[in-house]
């Protein structure tokens, strides 16, 4: 079994995981925000937990003062943990983020003090797939404009172009980034007959394109070409803003962009402008670039559909999420190698 050095310091852990030390200590581990119950008892069955039971979040000096003393962090994508902040840990072996992205942390500052990072990657794959194909489906077949119209009383007899929206069936759906969730996304374009076009930094291996009956194309390509656009690129300093007044532009006039990675990587001023001014025919957006705060023009506007950063949220994912973060926390804790380890430059252990 691979071992990493105790996290009170210098010795190794044994077998079980303990040094001479700490053989009757219990790790300490600071969980940020709620999560799901399963996963607070099975760190407290291994760790002592500070459980912060809240939705509000911790400001950026309660973080740190919570984490004083701790070897393992539980985090969300609402605690920031840019270079200053790890600067600041002492004794911090792990930050074991509850989701798949992580620009809420910069793990070449962890890397730096050794501190391992983790996220929750696959458990969410499909349910964001199926999220993002909702919200696709939602502002093409205009779902929640009907809705509005029913329940408002407003239907009070049948017409034949009532609420009309376009057809995904057999339309080009353009993926940015073919990772596991493009991927997942396409797999449901695929069921609809749709044709596949996709962008990304790297190009997905051959089995992957084949499986998929997807074209590797250049962005302007997959903009001008698509009539559906789904972006899944992590949010990186050079996807920051990937989407924006030009990329809108080169959109067909009745393209629908749908945003479940990051608000960050879209200009979202630009993207209300483009959905204000019918650039583009409309949008399903879930993140934002200022959460939870949206763009005021968004919340006017009819053609797109807006959902409050709910991709993954599937009772199941969820939990699963909460239990991945834990189990990846106490692995690190124990001196194994987190299964969902994104700095491996920062492991030490054999
Ligand atoms: C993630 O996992 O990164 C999502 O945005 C939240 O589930």
């Known amino acids: 079994m691979a071992r990493q050095r105790c996290v009170f310091e210098p010795q190794l852990y044994d077998e079980a995981g303990l040094c001479d030390n ?22 407290k069955q291994r760790a002592e937990v500070d459980y912060v039971d809240s939705d509000d979040g911790l ?25 200053a902040v790890i600067d600041k840990l002492e004794g911090v072996c792990v930050i074991a983020n509850v989701a798949v992205g992580f620009d809420n942390i910069d793990p070449a500052a962890a ?8 996220n929750t990657p ?64 396409a797999r449901r374009g695929r069921g609809f007959h749709m044709r596949i076009l996709y962008s990304d930094a790297v190009r997905a291996p051959e089995g992957v394109e084949r499986e998929l009956h997807a074209e590797f194309v250049s962005a302007d390509r997959l903009l001008r070409e698509s009539d559906y656009i789904s972006v899944h690129v ?15 532009r080169l959109m067909k006039p009745t393209a629908i962009f749908v945003n479940t990675s ?24 879930d993140v934002f670039e200022n959460e939870p705060t949206v763009h005021p023009k968004l919340l006017k506007l009819e053609n797109v559909v807006l959902a409050p950063h709910i991709a993954s949220a599937s009772v199941d994912t969820r939990k699963k999420m909460s239990m991945v973060a834990a189990e990846n926390a106490i692995a690190a804790l124990e001196g ?13 252990g054999a």
């Not at 890397?111 to 983790?118: E, H, S």
């Not at 993926?175 to 969730?181: D, L, N, S």
């Not at 194994?336 to 030490?348: D, V």
Request: positive net charge; proline residues 5%.
């Open 22 to 43: 700490c053989r009757s200590m219990k790790p300490a581990v600071l969980v940020t925000r709620r999560i799901y119950p399963e996963a607070v008892e099975y760190l």
């Open 59 to 83: 400001t950026a000096d309660e973080l740190l003062r919570r984490i004083r003393g701790k070897q393992a962090v539980v985090s969300q994508l609402t605690d920031k943990f840019p270079p």
């Open 111 to 118: 890397t730096r003090r050794k501190i391992l990072v983790t």
């Open 122 to 185: 696959d458990v969410l794959t499909d349910t964001t797939a199926d999220f993002a194909f909702a919200l696709l489906m939602a502002a093409a077949r205009r779902v929640v404009e009907g809705h509005q119209f029913v329940h408002s009383g407003q239907w009070n007899k049948w017409r034949i172009d009532l609420l009309v929206g376009q057809d995904v069936h057999h339309r080009t759906l353009g993926i940015f980034g073919m990772g596991r969730i493009g991927q997942a996304v």
């Open 234 to 248: 992590p949010l990186l300093p050079e996807t920051r803003k990937m989407i924006s007044a030009d990329q809108f």
């Open 262 to 285: 990051r608000g960050a990587v879209v200009d979202e001023a630009a993207l209300a402008d483009a959905l204000e001014k019918r650039v583009i025919a409309g949008a399903g957006i």
């Open 336 to 348: 194994r190698r987190p299964p969902n380890l994104l700095n491996p430059e920062a492991w030490t």
